[in-house]
C-alpha cells in the first residue's frame, strides 16, 4: 500500500517541448528539451542534477529520473537516457518522443552538488560507469568554465568502445581543455590490449589506477596526483559506487570528500560499519514530512540505519548519498537519541539544534520522533 509520505512528496512538473533527440550509441539516446522563457527561473539547476520525467507507458504511469549532461551556463537542459531494452519504458520514449512533442518535467533535482572554488587550484578525480557519466559529464564542463587551474581525471568504464556515451563530447572537452581534463576508458566485456585497461572500475582497478597512473605528478614533484586529490566525484550501480567510494576511502579520501549519488533502490550501507552498538529491538519511531505526521512505526531492532530501515518500509523520505555527505535527508531528532557514524556535514552549531542525517544515525533508545519538516 502507497503510504501518505509518498503521496506528499511530490515534485513540481511543467510541459515542457523536445528540441533535440539524437541516437547516441546502440542503448542510448541524448533528448534537449526546450524551456519557455516563463519558466527559465524555475529550470535554473547546478551540477549534478537530474529531472524527472514523467509520462504514459502500457497504461502506466511512468517516472524515472535522468540527470543533466549539460552544465548550469549553457542554459540548456540536456539529456542522456539509457535504453534498457526492446519493451522497455525508455525504448518507447526514444521511439514516440520527438521534436516539438511534449512531455512533463519535473523542476531540477538531486543534491550530487560540488561547491565551486574559482580561485583554488584543484585536483578532481572521477570515476563513471555507463550511463552514470551523465551527472559527471555536467560536473566536468561546469569545472573546466568556473575554475580555470582545476585539473580533473576521468576514468569511464564499458562494456566496449560502441557503447562509451558521450565519447565525442569527452574528446573535445579533453583537447580544449589545454591539458586541465584527461580521460581514461575502461572496457569489461571486450579485448583491450593494455590489461590496466580491461575490466569493470572496482576496488582492484581503483587501486591499479593509484599506482599506474596517479603515480607521478608533473606539477609537483615530491607527491602524487593522488595524493593531492581534492574531491572524487563517482556515479554508476550501487556496486559500483560502494566499491570505489570504499577504496578511495582506503586509501586515505576523507569521506566528506568522496560525493556520488545513488539513482537505482540500493539497500546495503556503502560504507561498512565501524563501531558497535548495544541492541535495542522494536524501536518505535515517529516522523513528519510534509506536513503529515506518521507514528507508531516499528523498526526491527537498531542493527541498520534508522534511513535505510524507513525507506525499505516504504516510507519515500529525502535521501541522496546515503552516507552523511550531502545534507538530502536532514532532519530535527525532536524526542529519542541516536548515534551518528558520519556527521561532518552539520556544523557544531547544528548538531546543538538537534539536526541529524538519518542515512547515518543508529537508534539509541526505544523512541524516535524526527521532524523533516522543520529545515
Ligand atoms: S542522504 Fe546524504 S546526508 Fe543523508
Known amino acids: 500500500m502507497e503510504n501518505q509520505l509518498t503521496v506528499a512528496n511530490q515534485p513540481q512538473f511543467h510541459r515542457l517541448k523536445v528540441a533535440k533527440k539524437q541516437q547516441l550509441t546502440k542503448q542510448a539516446f541524448a533528448l534537449e528539451l526546450e524551456i519557455p522563457e516563463a ?7 547546478r551540477a549534478g542534477q537530474y529531472v ?6 502500457n497504461e502506466k504511469e511512468i517516472q524515472n529520473d535522468y540527470s543533466f549532461t549539460s552544465a548550469p551556463s549553457e542554459e540548456r537542459l540536456a539529456l542522456a537516457i539509457k535504453i534498457n531494452g526492446e519493451n522497455s519504458s525508455t ?9 516539438g512533442d511534449e512531455i512533463s518535467v519535473s523542476e ?5 552538488f560540488l561547491n565551486s572554488k574559482p580561485n583554488e587550484k584543484r585536483t578532481i578525480i572521477a570515476f563513471a560507469s555507463g550511463i552514470g557519466i551523465t551527472p559527471i559529464l555536467s560536473h566536468i564542463k561546469n569545472i573546466l568554465i568556473e575554475e580555470k587551474t582545476t585539473r580533473i581525471f576521468l576514468f569511464y568504464g564499458n ?21 586541465r581534463l584527461e580521460c581514461f576508458y575502461f572496457i569489461s566485456q ?15 582497478k581503483v587501486s591499479l589506477i593509484i599506482n599506474q597512473i596517479l603515480h607521478l605528478d608533473e ?9 593531492s586529490t581534492d574531491k572524487v566525484l563517482i556515479c554508476g550501480p550501487g556496486a559500483m559506487i560502494k566499491s570505489v567510494a570504499n577504496a578511495c576511502y582506503n586509501h586515505g579520501i576523507p569521506k566528506k570528500n568522496i560525493h556520488f549519488e545513488l539513482f537505482e533502490a540500493y539497500n546495503e550501507d556503502i560504507y561498512p560499519m565501524e563501531k558497535e552498538f548495544p541492541l535495542i529491538e522494536n524501536v518505535e519511531v515517529k516522523i513528519k514530512f510534509n506536513h503529515i505526521e506518521k507514528d507508531g512505526i516499528i523498526l526491527k531492532n537498531n542493527e541498520r540505519k534508522i534511513l535505510q530501515q524507513l525507506l525499505d518500509l516504504g516510507y519515500k523520505l529525502p535521501y541522496s548519498c546515503k552516507s552523511g555527505i550531502c545534507g538530502s535527508c536532514l532532519c530535527y531528532l525532536k524526542n529519542g537519541e541516536v548515534d551518528m557514524t558520519e556527521d561532518e556535514y552539520l556544523t557544531d552549531n547544528e548538531k546543538h539544534q538537534g539536526k541529524i542525517l538519518p542515512c547515518t544515525a543508529i537508534a539509541m533508545s526505544k523512541e524516535i520522533y524526527l521532524d523533516f519538516d522543520m529545515i
Open 219 to 227: 606539477d609537483d614533484e615530491e607527491s602524487t596526483i593522488w595524493d
Open 39 to 45: 519558466l527559465k527561473s524555475r529550470f535554473q539547476f
Open 91 to 99: 525504448k518507447f520514449l526514444f521511439d514516440n518522443y520527438n521534436v
Open 190 to 204: 571486450a579485448p583491450v590490449k593494455d590489461k590496466l585497461f580491461q575490466g569493470r572500475i572496482d576496488e582492484k
Open 159 to 179: 562494456k566496449s568502445y560502441e557503447d562509451i556515451i558521450l565519447k565525442d563530447e569527452l574528446e573535445k572537452l579533453q583537447i580544449e581543455s589545454g591539458g
Open 108 to 112: 531540477p533535482l538531486g543534491r550530487f
Open 52 to 57: 524527472t520525467l514523467k509520462y504514459h507507458f
